[in-house]
C-alpha cells in the first residue's frame, strides 16, 4: 500500500504543475480530464500527508520514552504515542476506500427522473410523494435543483418529472437510488379499505460532457413549440419550447420551463446526453454483470429495490435487508441513515473484494 500512495503521491504533484502549462489551459478536454484526475487523487494525496504525519509522531513519541528521564514527560509521550497508533489506524481504514476502483461519474451532477409504473392514479401519487422527498433532501444537503420537466396528472400525481440536482459528488450518493420504489397502501380512492401495491420508477443519470459523450449533430431532429406545455396547446405564441429527438434511438425530450430557446434547446442537449450515456453504461453493466456483481446497484430497470409499507410502517430496501420504521417522517426527506447504509455496504463489498 505504501508503495501505491509513493506512485499517487509523485503522480499528483506531476498532474498539479502540468495543470498550470498553458498548453493544457488552453485545451479544454484535456484540461476537464487533468482536472478530474486531480480530483481524484487530492484526497488520497491529503490523507497520506497526514499518515505520514501520524507515523512521524508515532517516532518522535518513541524517541522520547526511550531517551526521557522525566516521568511527567514520560506519560506525556505514552499519550502522544497511544493518540498516533489510534490516527494511524484510522487513516489506513479511510485510505482503503480512497484507493477503491472509483465510479468516473461520481463527482458529477445528475438528472433525477421519476415514473409511475404500475397501479395507475395511485402510482402517479406516490411519485410525486417520492419527488417531494428528493426535493426536501436536497435542500437539507443545499444542492441545487431545478424542474427540467414535469408532466402532472389531474388528480395531483405525476406523470412525468425530470430534475437536475447540482454539486460536489451528488452521483456518489444518489446513485443507489435507481430503479422499482414499491409503495403498499391503502389508496385514498379506495372505498373498501383494501391494500394495493403500486410501483413508481426512478433514474438517477450523470450530467455528462462533451469530454464524456458525444452526439453526432447529424442524429438529432429539433422542432420548437410554443411553451406551456409539451404539446403545445397554450396561450404563449413564442416558440420557446425546443422538442430534440435523436433518430438512431428514438428517445424524444421536450423542455419548456425556460423563457429562452436557446436555454431550451441547451437543457434538453444536455438530458438527452446524460439518456444516451446512462444506456451506454447500461449496455456495459450487463456485460459485465458477473465481474461486478459484488457491487449494489447492477441490476437491471426491472429490479425491485425498495417497499414502502404504510400498514406496518416500514420501509426496507432489499438490497441490503434492513429496514426502518416511522414512514411518514422518512418521506419528509429524512432518507440519510438509509443512503449512508448503501454507500457503507457498498464499500464494504468492495474492500472485502480488493481484499480477496
Given at each position: 500500500?505504501?508503495?501505491?500512495?509513493?506512485?499517487?503521491?509523485t503522480k499528483y504533484?506531476?498532474?498539479?504543475?502540468?495543470?498550470?502549462?498553458?498548453?493544457?489551459?488552453?485545451?479544454?478536454?484535456?484540461?476537464?480530464?487533468?482536472?478530474?484526475?486531480?480530483?481524484?487523487?487530492?484526497?488520497?494525496?491529503?490523507?497520506?500527508?497526514?499518515?505520514?504525519?501520524?507515523?512521524?509522531?508515532?517516532?518522535?513519541?518513541?524517541?522520547?520514552?526511550?531517551?526521557?528521564?522525566?516521568?511527567?514527560?514520560?506519560?506525556?509521550?505514552?499519550?502522544?504515542?497511544?493518540?498516533?497508533?489510534?490516527?494511524?489506524?484510522?487513516?489506513?481504514?479511510?485510505?482503503?476506500?480512497?484507493?477503491?476502483?472509483?465510479?468516473?461519474?461520481?463527482?458529477?451532477?445528475?438528472?433525477?427522473?421519476?415514473?409511475?409504473?404500475?397501479?395507475?392514479?395511485?402510482?402517479?401519487?406516490?411519485?410525486?410523494?417520492?419527488?417531494?422527498?428528493?426535493?426536501?433532501?436536497?435542500?437539507?444537503?443545499?444542492?441545487?435543483?431545478?424542474?427540467?420537466?414535469?408532466?402532472?396528472?389531474?388528480?395531483?400525481?405525476?406523470?412525468?418529472?425530470?430534475?437536475?440536482?447540482?454539486?460536489?459528488?451528488?452521483?456518489?450518493?444518489?446513485?443507489?437510488?435507481?430503479?422499482?420504489?414499491?409503495?403498499?397502501?391503502?389508496?385514498?380512492?379506495?372505498?373498501?379499505?383494501?391494500?394495493?401495491?403500486?410501483?413508481?420508477?426512478?433514474?438517477?443519470?450523470?450530467?455528462?460532457?462533451?469530454?464524456?459523450?458525444?452526439?453526432?449533430?447529424?442524429?438529432?431532429?429539433?422542432?420548437?413549440?410554443?411553451?406551456?406545455?409539451?404539446?403545445?396547446?397554450?396561450?404563449?405564441?413564442?416558440?420557446?419550447?425546443?422538442?430534440?429527438?435523436?433518430?438512431?434511438?428514438?428517445?424524444?425530450?421536450?423542455?419548456?420551463?425556460?423563457?429562452?430557446?436557446?436555454?431550451?434547446?441547451?437543457?434538453?442537449?444536455?438530458?438527452?446526453?446524460?439518456?444516451?450515456?446512462?444506456?451506454?453504461?447500461?449496455?456495459?453493466?450487463?456485460?459485465?454483470?458477473?465481474?461486478?456483481?459484488?457491487?449494489?446497484?447492477?441490476?437491471?430497470?426491472?429490479?425491485?429495490?425498495?417497499?414502502?409499507?404504510?400498514?406496518?410502517?416500514?420501509?426496507?430496501?432489499?438490497?441490503i435487508h434492513q429496514?426502518?420504521?416511522?414512514?411518514?417522517?422518512?418521506?419528509?426527506?429524512?432518507?440519510?441513515?438509509?443512503?449512508?447504509?448503501?454507500?457503507?455496504?457498498?464499500?464494504?463489498?468492495?474492500?472485502?473484494?480488493?481484499?480477496?
Open positions: 500500500m505504501l508503495e501505491k500512495l509513493a506512485n499517487i503521491e504533484l506531476e498532474l498539479r504543475d502540468q495543470m498550470m502549462d498553458p498548453d493544457i489551459i488552453s485545451d479544454n478536454k484535456k484540461s476537464i480530464q487533468l482536472s478530474r484526475d486531480v480530483s481524484w487523487m487530492q484526497e488520497i494525496y491529503d490523507l497520506y500527508q497526514d499518515y505520514k504525519k501520524a507515523h512521524q509522531q508515532k517516532k518522535d513519541a518513541q524517541e522520547m520514552i526511550d531517551t526521557e528521564q522525566d516521568s511527567e514527560m514520560q506519560e506525556m509521550a505514552k499519550e502522544q504515542l497511544k493518540d498516533s497508533e489510534y490516527r494511524i489506524q484510522d487513516l489506513e481504514a479511510k485510505i482503503k476506500i480512497a484507493l477503491l476502483p472509483k465510479d468516473p461519474n461520481d463527482e458529477k451532477n445528475i438528472y433525477l427522473e421519476i415514473r409511475p409504473a404500475a397501479g395507475g392514479n395511485e402510482a402517479g401519487l406516490f411519485a410525486a410523494e417520492l419527488l417531494k422527498m428528493y426535493l426536501g433532501y436536497a435542500a437539507k444537503k443545499w444542492w441545487k435543483t431545478e424542474i427540467t420537466e414535469e408532466q402532472l396528472s389531474d388528480i395531483g400525481g405525476i406523470k412525468f418529472a425530470m430534475v437536475k440536482i447540482s454539486w460536489n459528488k451528488v452521483y456518489s450518493i444518489m446513485k443507489f437510488e435507481s430503479w422499482v420504489h414499491r409503495v403498499q397502501r391503502i389508496p385514498a380512492t379506495e372505498s373498501q379499505g383494501r391494500v394495493h401495491t403500486s410501483t413508481v420508477t426512478v433514474a438517477i443519470m450523470p450530467e455528462v460532457e462533451d469530454v464524456d459523450f458525444v452526439i453526432d449533430p447529424k442524429d438529432v431532429e429539433m422542432d420548437t413549440y410554443a411553451a406551456s406545455s409539451s404539446g403545445g396547446q397554450n396561450a404563449n405564441k413564442n416558440q420557446t419550447g425546443v422538442r430534440l429527438r435523436h433518430l438512431p434511438s428514438g428517445l424524444i425530450v421536450n423542455i419548456w420551463d425556460s423563457k429562452s430557446q436557446l436555454q431550451n434547446k441547451d437543457k434538453a442537449r444536455s438530458v438527452l446526453k446524460s439518456r444516451l450515456y446512462q444506456i451506454e453504461m447500461d449496455k456495459k453493466t450487463a456485460e459485465t454483470k458477473s465481474l461486478r456483481g459484488d457491487q449494489i446497484g447492477n441490476g437491471d430497470r426491472s429490479e425491485k429495490i425498495r417497499t414502502y409499507n404504510y400498514p406496518q410502517d416500514r420501509i426496507t430496501d432489499h438490497r429496514s426502518w420504521s416511522n414512514l411518514p417522517v422518512f418521506l419528509t426527506w429524512e432518507i440519510e441513515d438509509m443512503i449512508n447504509a448503501l454507500v457503507l455496504e457498498n464499500q464494504t463489498r468492495l474492500l472485502e473484494k480488493s481484499m480477496g
